[in-house]
């Protein structure tokens, strides 16, 4: 597991960006990349190549890696439906959006459905509080959700299953 020249060009220039002897603040770019790469999630072996390319012990990576949500520690489906459990959406009833999602793919959070296509998992705020219950998929906020939404969230990801990687 290594990077092709370009992606090691690419760590380059984002430790570049940092002062000399602060290549730690590279972490979180380089892991992104490694995550794109790798298979759209960090294995041990993929953190202890990104530590030895930072000069990191890896220890260092792994705490970066499993503190936050956006790095997948294990394999994931195509689409990552990731639903805020934070106060405001648990008071908007993301709880009773992550049982129905848990229900219809027969999967709990952390775990991707049989098919390999949803995985469901619980995060702590993503900033639209104003709009809960809520969800983000890869880029995108879907809102105010209910089960409709969901249905029809889960009907488009198995639609356009082709389209992604």
Known sequence: MTFSEEQLKKVQ??????????QKS????????????????????????????L???????YEVATFYSMFNLKPVGKYILEVCQTGPCMLRGSDNIINYIGKKLNIKPGETSADGLITLKTVECLGACGYAPMLQ??????EFLTEEKID???????ENQHLVK
């Not at 998929?137 to 879907?142: E, I, S």
């Not at 029809?152 to 198995?158: F, G, T, W, Y």
């Open 26 to 53: 590279a972490l979180i770019p380089v892991l992104h990349l490694a995550q794109e790469n790798f298979g759209r999630w960090l294995s041990a072996e993929a953190m202890d190549y990104v530590a030895g390319l």
């Open 55 to 61: 000069n990191l012990d890896p220890i260092e990576v």
């Open 152 to 158: 029809l969230l889960i009907e488009h990801c198995k």
């Open 137 to 142: 998929m890869g880029k995108h906020y879907h």
């Open 13 to 22: 220039e984002i430790i570049a960006r940092y002062p000399e002897g602060k």
